[in-house]
Each structure stands twice: as C-alpha cells, then as structure tokens.
C-alpha cells in the first residue's frame, strides 16, 4: 500500500509538473478552413451628389418661405443595426424650399449620442440650390467603436452645423435616425470529442466549429482557450494555460470556423493511475483580456481515458 501511495504521489507531480511547463504543440489546429454565412456581404458604397430640378413653383401645393430655406426632406440609413468598425450608410435630400435662391452651405453626418458626434464626421459642401431645387446625397460614414460613451445612438445629420450662413430658419436642418451599434458575436456551434481513448494515446482528437452569430459585424482573430483535467482514484490532475490556447481567425459576418484540433497534453492522454480508467472532461472557451481563461464561455465534453497498464 505504501508502494502504491507513493507511486501516485510520484505520478500526480509529474502530471502538475507537465501543466506548469505546457509547451505550444501539446495543443495544436491539425485542419481548418473558414465557411460562408448565410449572408451575403453589402456591395460597397461609395459617397455620391444629384442634384435633381424643381418639379414645381411654390404655392398651395408647395409651401414655400420668402427667403431661402435648406431642409431635410428626407433621411434613411441602409440599416439600423451597424458594427463598431463599419459604416452607416446615409442617403439624404436637401431641398431649398424657398422662394429665392440659396447661398452655398454645408452638411455635417455623423454617428451620436444626443445632440454630439461621438463617431468620425463626415462634411460636404451644398450648392447653391435655386428655388425647389433639391440635392440627393449618399453617405457612408464611420461607426463608433468607443466604449466610453453609452447609447442610444442615431445617424444625425445637421445642415449648417457652424451656424454661418445667412439662412433665417435653422429649425428644420437637423434630423436623426436612431442607430444599434452591435459587436462581432462568436458562439461555439458544435464540440465533438471522441468518448474514449487508451491510455498513452498519441492525442485526443477533437473538432469544433466556431460562428459570428452577427448579421452585421465582422469579428476580430481571437484566442481559445483550451484545457480540461482528468480524475481517478480520488485524485484530479487539471491542465491548461496560455500555452494551450489556439488561434481563431477573423470571422465575417454569419461566418464559420471548422477546426481538427489534436489535444497531445500529457495530462489529457495519460492515465497515472494503474487498473482504473480515468473520468476525464475538455473546456473550450473564448480568452479575453477580463476572462483569459474563457470561462463565461466555456463549453464541455466528457471523455474517458482507459485504464493504464500495471507494468506502467
């Protein structure tokens, strides 16, 4: 018995041993390729002006004021729901609904938090624009990637932003459209691990795929960390660390990430005790700056590693 005891001392040392020197290649991407979402990526759109004649003179039908007056007649975004590192698509009509001519002026996009740009602006000069004259604008403009300010957010869009003009009614020249600014959202779809290996196996196979469940965002490469432990005997050897962590490539939106990852961990296919088979588990998680260890989102599988030999 005393034999036994300090056979599995022996065994239980070498096992926290090898966890405390994990080397890269105990834990290695053997196969991977990234998959298609289901989503098709938007077409790039790039900045454009129209100008587009007046249809009618003032009147009953069209209102108009007696000295010139720039309006936003009409405001939209190509979709609401935007990335941080992405563009709002912004297509807007200034119209001078006036009687007499407009002066030059300017227009002014951004993404916002109330009444202040939070995000990248985007300025362009508007022409001056005869009596029922409009201007038809598209614009992309960045997305706000800061995390210092809280939401809501909106597209807004401000005529004369400086206030230099000469135009009498400034009442009408700003409009906003309220924005949902939504970051990359990676998920683990699916987590196979063989049910069982032999003792002293060369690796324990493992295969995982990995999606942007995002409609809209595009994901950084990021790190998962994987680890896992095994126990038998009353005794429970854990493995994994910075060195057992894998590389997850960029991800676009509704992409996915299909990967083979052979696991050669000792302490993953090496069973210290002698005559009993060993209960064993493997995590997967994302490694983040606040969760390095990936345990908000972790997954588990469970394994069996067979008995070892009793001349082991």
């Not at 390729?33 to 790039?44: D, F, I, K, M, S």
């Not at 002293?200 to 950084?220: D, F, H, T, Y």
Request: hydrophobic residues 40%; contains cysteine; aromatic residues 2%.
């Amino acid at each position: 018995m005393l034999v036994q005891r300090v056979s599995l001392a022996a065994a239980l040392a070498g096992a926290l041993s090898s966890v405390a020197h994990a080397q890269s290649g105990t834990v290695a991407v053997t196969q991977s390729r990234v998959l298609p979402g289901a989503q098709t990526p938007p077409a790039a759109v790039v900045a454009s002006t129209k100008r587009v004649p007046a249809t009618g003179a003032c009147g009953a039908a069209r209102v108009c004021t007696p000295a010139w007056d720039l309006r936003l007649t009409g405001l939209t975004v190509d979709d609401t729901v935007v990335s941080p590192t992405g563009k709002v698509i912004a297509r807007m009509t200034v119209e001078n609904r006036g009687r007499a001519n407009s002066e030059a002026s300017e227009l002014r996009l951004c993404v916002a938090a109330g009444p202040q740009c939070v995000g990248e602006v985007a300025e362009l000069t508007i022409p001056a624009l005869q009596s029922g004259e409009k201007l038809e604008v598209v614009q992309p403009v960045a997305s706000y990637a800061g995390t210092d300010v809280s939401p809501p957010f909106t597209a807004l869009v401000r005529i004369d932003p400086d206030r230099i003009s000469e135009e009498a009614n400034r009442a009408n020249n700003d409009a906003s459209i309220r924005l949902r600014i939504e970051p990359a959202a990676l998920t683990i779809d699916a987590l196979d691990v063989v049910p069982e290996i032999q003792h002293r196996a060369g690796q324990l196979p493992v295969s995982v795929m990995v999606r942007n469940k995002s409609s809209v965002s595009g994901s950084p490469a990021v790190t998962m960390q994987v680890s896992g432990g095994c126990s038998a005997g009353g005794g429970v050897w854990k493995w994994g660390d910075a060195a057992t962590r894998v590389a997850v490539p960029a991800l676009g939106p509704g992409e996915r990430w299909s990967a083979s990852i052979a696991v050669r961990h000792p302490t993953a296919v090496v069973n210290p005790v002698n005559g009993l088979d060993a209960g064993c588990w493997l995590d997967l998680g994302f490694s983040t700056p606040s969760d390095p260890q990936g345990e908000r989102t972790r997954i588990t599988r469970q394994y069996t590693l067979k008995r070892a030999a009793s001349n082991d």
